[in-house]
């Protein structure tokens, strides 16, 4: 199947940047979608942002115009740029792969915001 391995999480002031890195291996040519969720405490799993392979993306309204989500084919990574971080962007966030196999979700990495 997929493996995903998640890195870059940490602890980050308002207003700061992180950048966030899924290397996906295994059968990584059936892959399509690979983005990331979050899921703070006490609430639901959401979609932050998602890519294809062909590189159409959909990015959750909340993270607009402070996310950028990238991937690199050839390297079977996808990355999440999170600028002007505030404390409510504070979550675990699980790397998401799917395609014609199934679907895989990374361990998750936390990402905290606070000053």
């Known amino acids: 199947q997929v493996q995903l391995v998640e890195s870059g999480g940490g602890l980050v002031q308002p207003g700061g940047s992180l950048r966030l890195s899924c290397t996906a291996s295994?059968?990584?040519?059936?892959?399509?979608?690979m983005g990331w969720y979050r899921q703070a405490p006490g609430k639901q799993r959401e979609l932050v942002a998602a890519?294809?392979?062909?590189?159409?993306?959909n990015i959750a309204d909340s993270v607009k115009g402070r996310f950028t989500i990238s991937r690199d084919n050839a390297k079977n990574t996808v990355y999440l740029q999170m600028n002007s971080l505030k404390p409510e962007d504070t979550a675990v966030y699980y790397c998401?792969?799917?395609?014609?196999?199934?679907?895989?979700w990374g361990r998750g990495t936390q990402v905290t915001v606070s000053s």
């Open positions: 890519v294809t392979r062909g590189g159409s993306t």
């Open positions: 998401h792969a799917d395609g014609s196999y199934g679907s895989s």
């Open positions: 295994g059968n990584i040519f059936s892959i399509n979608a």
